[in-house]
């Protein structure tokens, strides 16, 4: 079984870059473009529970900005939800899923930091 699952687009610099952090340091990782294969209820969910909505809604990409104006407005916890999964280029990339319950979104040092302490 794979350890880590990223979810992100493969012209995403920022997956681009987790991958090449994954490859550099031999750890075996699987890749999911949330594009091409989606992800599942579920998997959404335990995200959402792990990060809440608001760190998985990527409110600078393309796609949000090209949203109409009432699906950007009101946001809740459901209708994030619904968003993400109609749009799923909407979420924040890449999602890193370690099987070992650590769940990060976004490319960042303190990403990274976390996930050292659990790969």
Known sequence: MTAVIVYGLKNCDSC???RRYL???AFRYEFRDVRADG??????????AALGWEALLNRKSRTWRELPEADRSGLDAAKARAL????PTLLKRPVVDATRGTVTAGWTPEVR???QAVL
């Open 16 to 18: 681009r870059a987790a």
């Open 23 to 25: 490859e550099e340091r």
């Open 39 to 48: 992800f599942s209820d579920a998997e959404l969910d335990r995200w959402i």
């Open 84 to 87: 993400l999964k109609a749009h």
């Open 113 to 115: 930091k976390a996930l």
